[in-house]
C-alpha cells in the first residue's frame, strides 16, 4: 500500500506540473490557493475511486471465473470487503495527493505565467 501511494504522488505531482499554467490562470482570475488545492484533490479522488472501482469489478470477475474453473458450488459475493475497499481508495488518494497540490498552489504566479 505505501508503494501504490508513492506511485500515486508521482503521478499526480507529474499531472499537476505539466498543467502548471492552468493553474497558474485559474489563480489569476481570481481563485484562492484553498481553492486550486481542492480542486487538486478532488481530481486525486475521481482517479482513485475509478481506479478502485475497476479494480473491483475485474477481481469479482476474475475471482468468480477461477471458482467456475475449479467447479466450485457457490461464490458469495465479498460485500464487506468491497466496502472497506470503496472506502479506503479516496482516503489513500487524498494522502497522495496532498503534497503535489500544496505544492501546485504556492507556485510563483507570474512565474508560472511567463515560464510557460
Do not use: C, T
Request: hydrophobic share 55%; no cysteine.
Amino acid at each position: 500500500m505505501f508503494l501504490n501511494i508513492i506511485e500515486l504522488m508521482n503521478n499526480m505531482a507529474s499531472s499537476l506540473r505539466e498543467r502548471n499554467r492552468e493553474f497558474a490562470v485559474l489563480r489569476a482570475l481570481g481563485n484562492r490557493p484553498n481553492q486550486v488545492v481542492g480542486l487538486a484533490l478532488l481530481e486525486g479522488i475521481i482517479i482513485s475511486l475509478a481506479g478502485g472501482l475497476i479494480g473491483i469489478i475485474s477481481g469479482l470477475v476474475f475471482g468468480y471465473h477461477i471458482l467456475a474453473g475449479l467447479d466450485a458450488n457457490e461464490y458469495l459475493f465479498p460485500g464487506q470487503i468491497v466496502f472497506i475497499q470503496l472506502i479506503i481508495s479516496p482516503l489513500i488518494s487524498l494522502a497522495a495527493a496532498w503534497i503535489p497540490s500544496i505544492w501546485i498552489s504556492r507556485r510563483n504566479l507570474l512565474k508560472a505565467l511567463y515560464l510557460e
